[in-house]
């Protein structure tokens, strides 16, 4: 495999939910490719945060914040890809668990100059209360899958088959998925590249309203493509729950970031002009 010792970077956004960001790193704790470092993006500065990743110090484990201005997630994934040691970053959210073969089976899939864009399964309430609670191991729904599978075939919120996990280097991928032209938009919570590409690009627009959701996926996806970047399918191989939360509705005007996502594209501009290079 011809990444198999490449270092990867883990870049986590974080916001208050530490539940959550437990049930994450307890899933990257037994990932069966171990040459990783993680880093908590805290979009916060909370003493408790601090307080509660004391317990995995045994992880190569990297800890920023910045204060809490309001939703600030591009620049601290900002500040995150500066930080990261590793060749490949992947980028998840604070409530994405990660199945066991997640870092590996996406490494094999990985090239310079293509963008990964992954899926997830959606866990309703009950379940995702359960799990926080200890009531419920996730690694057993993973384990069980099929199981999982036909309680939710009629449940389309779940997306439950995206959890069908599959082996890049196994027969069904290889010879009856691989070639299928398959949705490669990218979503912020589940996407992945080499450094050196993001970096290309100047990382995320942090030109965008803070409350904007486009920064980290529409954006990202056009300016790839603009770019002359892959952008691949990861579903089925970089797979990974997503743990249930109340979603606000923030009730923005966001007509000036569609002003300024026309313009961009009407220029080509894919190197955004408010990103990576004032940090260094």
């Given amino acids: 495999m011809e990444n198999k010792n490449m270092k990867v970077s883990i870049i986590i956004p974080v916001y208050k939910d530490l539940q959550a960001l437990k049930i994450v790193l307890q899933a990257l704790e037994r990932q069966t490719y171990q040459n990783f470092e993680i880093i908590i993006a805290e979009d916060n500065d909370a003493p408790e945060t601090i307080k509660f990743l004391q317990d995995y110090s045994h992880l190569n484990l990297i800890h920023i914040s910045q204060p809490d201005t309001g939703r600030n997630k591009v620049i601290i994934q900002n500040k995150a890809i500066i930080k990261a040691k590793g060749e490949y970053l992947i980028f998840i959210d604070g409530d994405i668990v990660p199945f066991k073969h997640f870092i590996e089976y996406t490494i094999k899939i990985a090239k310079p100059k293509r963008?990964?864009?992954?899926?997830?399964?959606?866990?309703?309430?009950?379940?995702?209360?359960?799990?926080?609670?200890?009531?419920?191991?996730?690694?057993?729904?993973?384990?069980?899958?099929?199981?999982?599978?036909?309680?939710?075939?009629?449940?389309?919120?779940?997306r439950a088959e995206q959890g069908i996990q599959l082996n890049p280097e196994g027969f069904i991928y290889k010879y009856l998925i691989n070639h299928k032209k398959r949705n490669s938009e990218i979503l912020g919570c589940n996407f992945s590249c080499f450094k050196n590409d993001i970096v290309a690009i100047n990382g995320f627009d942090e030109g965008y309203h803070p409350l904007a959701t486009k920064a980290d996926d529409t954006d990202l996806t056009w300016r790839f493509n603009c770019a002359g970047y892959e952008l691949f399918s990861s579903k089925n191989i970089a797979n990974c729950f997503h743990l249930w939360h109340q979603v606000k509705k923030t009730g923005f005007d966001d007509s000036k970031d569609k002003k300024l996502m026309e313009y961009n594209k009407s220029y080509n501009i894919y190197k955004c002009k408010n990103g990576l290079d004032k940090y260094e």
């Fill in 115 to 158: 963008i990964l864009a992954g899926r997830r399964v959606n866990l309703d309430e009950t379940t995702t209360q359960k799990i926080k609670n200890g009531e419920i191991d996730i690694l057993k729904i993973e384990k069980n899958y099929l199981s999982f599978l036909w309680k939710n075939k009629k449940n389309r919120e779940a």
